[in-house]
């Protein structure tokens, strides 16, 4: 088979040819609707060749024949290699004013008579967003008596196990929001720093595929999908979208990254600006 012949190729551990990127860019695709562009080969590559250490094996054509067989726990753990996991406390911190200082306040008024709130951070990563979310829904005195849940889910399971301990390095609260200080503590002799258990009770954490069937059956007053959609195509966006707007309830919100848009994309939500999205239809 032809390598690639990147400058980084001829110093590689591992060859890696243009059908085997082929298959893997191919089985992304199909399993996590990833669409990996050719300049993501360097990166892919440094991802994979810790599996292909791990193990114990050659070379790039004994992992491609792995990947093609039924095992299971190898294809948990290809996702997981190639998933992106970058998210940080109180990121796009007009979000969170938004929510707290409109968006929920405007719940409290609307669902006086179920006192029940639904939320979905989809693509949670390591949990810094619903973890952002809880705070926010802490934060608010009127809420404390109400029926208020919080979904999280990812496909990389690997994440979710951090994200579902609730603690993080110190270093991860570097900017983080004062007000919310209170919702978390510092350990005493490591420089961990820990969810405050009445944050982290709202919360439950589900590996998803977001290609795949969703077993909820209620909906959502929320929904954040965050810098998720940009790794996929435009059409995989437009299905997923209107997979969103069906599990909305009527005037429920979308947040989507500072990055991505409905432009074109879907006409069931009407922009409010800064990535907000209400559902019309």
């Not at 399993?31 to 892919?44: A, F, R, V």
């Amino acid at each position: 088979m032809a390598e690639f012949s990147s400058p980084l190729g001829r110093d590689r551990e591992f060859p890696l040819s243009q059908a085997n990127f082929t298959l893997i860019k191919a089985l992304a695709y199909e399993w996590t609707g990833i669409k990996l562009s050719d300049q993501k080969e360097n990166m892919i590559y440094g991802r994979l060749a810790r599996r292909l250490r791990a193990l114990q094996l050659n070379s790039f054509d004994d992992y491609c024949a792995l990947l093609q067989t039924d095992d299971e726990a190898e294809k948990r753990e290809f996702i997981n290699s190639i998933t992106t996991n970058l998210t940080s406390f109180f990121r796009e911190p007009h979000h969170f004013e938004f929510l707290k200082q409109q968006l929920l306040p405007g719940l409290i008024s609307r669902n006086q008579a179920s006192r029940k709130i639904r939320i979905w951070s989809a693509g949670c990563s390591t949990g810094e967003e619903p973890h952002s979310i809880a705070m926010v829904v802490a934060s608010i005195p009127e809420l404390k008596h109400w029926d208020v849940k919080i979904l999280a889910t990812d496909l990389d399971s690997n994440v979710l196990e951090q994200a579902s301990g609730g603690v993080y390095s110190l270093s991860r609260f570097d900017a983080f929001p004062a007000a919310y200080k209170q919702y978390v503590k510092k350990s005493s002799d490591t420089d961990q720093v820990k969810i405050a258990d009445n944050v982290r009770a709202l919360i439950r954490f589900n590996q998803l595929n977001l290609l795949q069937a969703w077993p909820m059956k209620g909906a959502f007053d929320i929904i954040f999908c965050r810098n998720v959609v940009i790794y996929f195509d435009l059409e995989t966006q437009r299905k997923l979208f209107n997979r969103y707007a069906d599990k909305l309830v009527d005037k429920g919100h979308l947040f989507i990254g500072h990055s991505e848009n409905l432009h074109k994309i879907s006409d069931r939500f009407l922009g409010l600006g800064r990535t907000i999205y209400e559902k019309i239809k």
